[in-house]
């Protein structure tokens, strides 16, 4: 309810929306595809897998630099980091990003992908959780 009054408050209503519980992955993500971009501004988390799935439906996102987020992004190549607690850099990144075509295409087409100064990271974790055969023998 407070959320509401706030969107309200702003004249956001044709710009927010707020969405109740959706049973079905499929009908998640179905929403989700139709963001322009995906805000994380989270003080803490320890996934955060929500991030993950944005990143891979190629959502632009935008995210505070907690749990894992400094490792799936690298600011400006595919998402963008804001600093924790600060409304005016939020503000800022998400009018960057909407404004600007080239950055927000770069941002979507990388999204996809681990940045090159994590792979050494993300190959010791495959590694460590690897199974030997995945498949069992029939």
Known sequence: KKVNRWI???GLEKRVT????????????KEM?????????SFSEGGPRTLVEA????????????????DLIEHEWNGMIVKIGDYRDLA????????NHNL???IT???V??????????????KRHSIEDPVPPS
Request: aromatic fraction near 10%; charged fraction near 30%; charge should be positive.
């Open 109 to 111: 087409q990388n999204s």
């Open 113 to 126: 992908l681990i940045p090159p100064k994590s792979y050494s990271y993300f190959e010791r974790i495959t």
């Open 55 to 70: 990143m891979t439906l190629g959502i632009p996102c935008i995210a505070t630099p907690v749990g894992i987020t400094k």
């Open 92 to 99: 800022d990144k998400i009018s960057k990003v909407l404004l």
């Open 18 to 29: 707020i969405k109740k519980w959706l049973p079905e992955k499929e009908d998640v993500y």
């Open 104 to 106: 927000r295409k770069t």
């Open 8 to 10: 309200k408050r702003y």
């Open 33 to 41: 595809k139709k963001a322009r971009i995906f805000l994380m501004a």
